[in-house]
């Protein structure tokens, strides 16, 4: 069976600064990798996801996340936070099957302090 | 394209009355799912279709019951609400043709129980 781990549960950042939200992952088999992030009071949108070929991917706001198979990890990065970053973020994993179901992260809350 | 659409956005029940989370989506997906948000525990899957006729428990099933009668549409019902089940409720979808595609979430009915 797959499992997510993020290893923080909230995370306090000043503007402009960076951050990294970790995530870990288990399974068997070979895996998709998601980061969803949710703003307040909405549902989950997809911010970027890995399925294969370069171990780095980038989404169109700056978040980045690089997939370690060795590590078995998932983390997401960005140079420079902005106050409109404020969210929360999920890391998810679906096994690569046909109607794979996936599996969410408990979340990360990013706070982006002025 | 309205995406994935679900019915109604608040609700506050008493403990055993039942009712029907509704969720319908217009882009023709064959997965879809219903997940409860409850806080420190992030996402978790309640039942699963991957299909018109097909459905699946997922990791929280005890308390809910789904049907699929469409494509288009997935309810949740509570049979006989309890406490427990106060919690914010998000129905996705996705298109598993193509591995690894994004899963579409609704903007979540928050569902309290007295």
């Known amino acids: 069976a797959q499992s997510v781990t993020q290893l923080d549960s909230q995370v306090p950042v000043f503007e402009e600064a960076p951050v990294e939200l970790r995530c870990n992952y288990s399974?068997?088999?070979?895996?998709?990798l998601f980061w969803y992030v949710q703003y307040p009071n909405q549902g989950l949108q997809l911010l970027l996801k890995y399925l294969s070929g370069s171990t780095l991917v980038e989404s169109i706001n700056g978040f980045e996340a690089e997939f370690n198979k060795s590590q078995t990890s998932f983390h997401l990065r960005k140079p420079s936070v902005h106050i409109s970053d404020t969210a929360e973020y999920f890391c998810?994993?679906?096994?690569?099957?046909?109607?794979?179901?996936?599996?969410f992260g408990i979340g990360t809350k990013l706070q982006v302090i002025p | 394209n309205a995406g994935v659409t679900q019915t109604p956005k608040f609700q506050v029940l008493k403990t055993g009355q039942s009712m029907t989370l509704q969720c319908a989506q217009d882009?023709?997906?064959?997965?879809m799912s219903w997940y409860r948000q409850d806080p420190g525990m992030g996402l978790r899957l309640i039942h699963y279709?991957?299909?018109?006729?097909?459905?699946d428990q997922g990791e929280v099933p005890n308390g809910y019951n789904v049907s699929r009668s469409t494509t288009e549409d997935f309810p949740l019902r509570l049979l006989s609400a309890a406490p427990s089940q106060t919690s914010v409720y998000f129905c996705?979808?996705?298109?598993?043709?193509?591995?690894?595609?994004?899963?579409?979430f609704g903007q979540g009915t928050r569902l309290t129980v007295v």
């Open positions: 996705a979808s996705r298109e598993p043709r193509d591995r690894g595609t994004e899963a579409f």
């Open positions: 882009m023709n997906h064959e997965y």
């Open positions: 399974s068997s088999v070979s895996v998709y």
């Open positions: 279709s991957v299909g018109a006729g097909i459905t």
């Open positions: 998810a994993v679906s096994e690569n099957l046909r109607y794979q179901k996936v599996t």
